[in-house]
């Protein structure tokens, strides 16, 4: 017989959650009671827990399975009524977010670092998500950290191993356990948002080629039975569908660097209409057309205008918002639609109000996040099938779709420049370095441009009036051009600072230029004022999207 067993354990010091979750190395995560003194802490802070339900899953990864059987014997033995687990522990990030809201669950734990590489030597992560399906909001991030830091003991039980591969009702100390199939739940939904009948028409042109990369991540069987079984996409076009524990040893980001056999068919000769790749968790998204790459602040752009075609967005949108770093094509959109458009740190959870408020419908992050009312997560396949509604429904390329949207709105030509692995102290000095400038550099000139504002990014929630400080160093142009400085908070060693630069340009005949190109005189004066290469000793980004 299972029985509550006390477990005395001392705090570790580092269970800070940063921009999504607890992420880090495996080897940290498989340490004696370090996973479990997270998840009493989330446990302990949760006032409603006994006679719950929670929605638990994971990417995939290494230590998903473990992690599962872990947690089912602390819910147990903490008194929750019921959980619900996806079948071989898959659930991606959108998916629980769906099932916390669809089956009224306290909340859900989502077991996965997203795009960071996984396998022994990889990344884990651990995420809980309130019961708007939403990720936590700070105040209780806040809470759990502080609880991690002074726990003395943790509840499980002495239960034998959940089969965790076949759907199946079992229970443990009276707490239900049901293994649900991953998929059929957000596929539904899926169907209910867009107009299946038009994207299988389309899927069903000859002339119509498709590739969607899974990335050997969460999304392969959700792309399988959306794209495949229900719209008609052949199994060759869905390349690495399988889940893999280390995601075939690539990293599960979905950029024009990793997503290398994509990449290569889109910008080849006979090169598909459409490709689409996703992350580790399944909740970013990256579009392509045939020789052409949509920037996601673009595409969020786009899909604001073009909302009006989709079944479940016809209506109109109530708002949007994009996280700061962003860039601010989507606010062009907004004002043509007389729409508000909210302006949050990076980071999913700080949408959440605004869209349990009805202010916005559509979001997105630069960071290839876009997502909707629908759920309170991003959703990578959700931008998939918005994308290909809209190709349904226009009968145009996406080349021609974003060169019409340039036309009408202008251009907000953007990069993002991450440099990674920086010895912490450096990146320390570049902020310290950053702050001492704030003051003193409204009105000055770099790059033949005037700064108007410089400031540490601070954001006032509109709805519960909390205040979040620190989210990002501003440099704001007169002419509406950014620099923008920031630090990661979602990696697991070191510090990875990152540098987003934006222009607009109105002029048409200079939509096609290049655009490191266009942005190279904002580059060197993001230089000669955050000196993060002469302070890091990084002379080149290790990544640049
Ligand atoms: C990054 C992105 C941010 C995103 C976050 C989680 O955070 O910049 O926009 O919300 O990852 O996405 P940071 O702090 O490293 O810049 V995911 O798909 O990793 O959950
Ligand atoms: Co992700």
């Known amino acids: 017989m299972s029985k509550v067993i006390l477990v005395e354990t001392s705090p570790f010091l580092d269970q800070k959650p940063g921009t999504s979750g607890l992420r880090k190395q495996v080897t940290v995560f498989q340490q004696e009671n370090y996973l479990e003194n997270f998840v009493q802490s989330v446990f302990d802070c949760l006032k409603e827990l006994k006679g719950s339900t929670l929605v638990v899953g994971g990417d995939g990864r290494y230590y998903n399975r473990e992690a599962i059987q872990i947690i089912i014997s602390m819910a147990a033995a903490n008194g929750v009524e019921k959980l619900l687990i996806g079948q071989a522990g898959i659930l991606s990030t959108p998916a629980v977010s769906h099932l916390i809201r669809k089956y009224k669950a306290l909340g859900g734990i989502i077991l996965s670092a997203s795009h960071n590489p996984g396998g022994k030597d990889g990344d884990f992560g651990i995420k809980y998500n309130a019961s708007n399906g939403g990720p936590a909001p700070e105040s209780l991030t806040d809470k759990v950290f502080a609880n991690s830091k002074s726990i003395s003991q943790y509840k499980t039980t002495n239960n034998d191993a959940i089969d965790l591969e076949q759907l199946s009702h079992s229970s443990v100390l009276g707490m239900q356990i049901e293994v649900i199939d991953s998929v059929a739940d957000y596929a539904d939904l899926m169907e209910s948002l867009f107009d299946f009948g038009k994207i299988r028409d389309l899927m069903a042109k000859p002339e119509f080629g498709i590739c969607f990369d899974a990335m050997s991540a969460v999304t392969g069987p959700y792309a399988t039975e959306i794209l495949g079984n229900r719209l008609g996409v052949s199994a060759n076009n869905i390349i690495r569908a399988v889940p893999l524990e280390d995601f075939g040893g690539g990293h599960p980001d979905p950029n024009l660097a990793h997503a290398k056999e994509l990449v290569e068919r889109m910008f080849a000769n ?135 949207h340039w036309k009408e709105y202008g251009r907000n030509f953007y990069t993002r420049h991450d440099f990674e692995g920086v010895e912490t102290e450096d990146a320390d000095k570049v902020f310290t370095h950053l702050e001492s400038l704030l003051e003193k550099s409204a009105g000055k000139k770099y790059a033949g441009r005037t700064i108007s504002i410089a400031d540490n990014f601070t954001y006032h929630d509109p709805i519960d009036a909390s205040v979040s400080t620190n989210q990002g160093i501003r440099f704001l142009f007169e002419d509406g051009a950014r620099i923008i400085f920031r630090k990661s908070g979602t990696g697991t060693s070191g510090a990875t600072i990152r540098l987003y630069i934006e222009h607009f340009e109105s002029n048409a005949a200079k939509f096609e230029d290049e655009t490191q190109e266009v942005l190279r005189d904002l580059l060197e004066a993001a230089e000669e004022i955050g000196q993060v290469k002469a302070l890091t000793g990084k002379v080149i980004a290790d990544v640049i999207t």
């Open 270 to 404: 006979n090169a598909p209409a459409f490709g689409a790749a996703s992350d580790g968790d399944g909740d970013r998204n990256m579009i392509l057309g045939a020789n052409c790459y949509v920037t996601p602040s673009d595409s969020l752009a786009i899909l604001a205008a073009n909302a009006h075609l989709i079944p479940a967005y016809k209506d109109g949108l109530t708002g949007v918002a994009r996280s700061m770093p962003t860039s601010q094509a989507v606010d062009r959109v907004a004002e043509r639609l007389n729409l508000t458009s909210y302006e949050t740190p990076t980071g999913w959870k700080f949408f959440g109000n605004l869209l349990d408020a009805n202010k916005i419908t559509l979001c997105g992050e630069e960071s290839f996040g876009t997502g909707s009312d629908h759920v309170r997560e991003k959703d990578g396949l959700w931008a998939v099938l918005f994308w290909l509604n809209i190709l349904a429904v226009k009968q145009q390329s996406i080349k021609e779709i974003v060169s019409e």
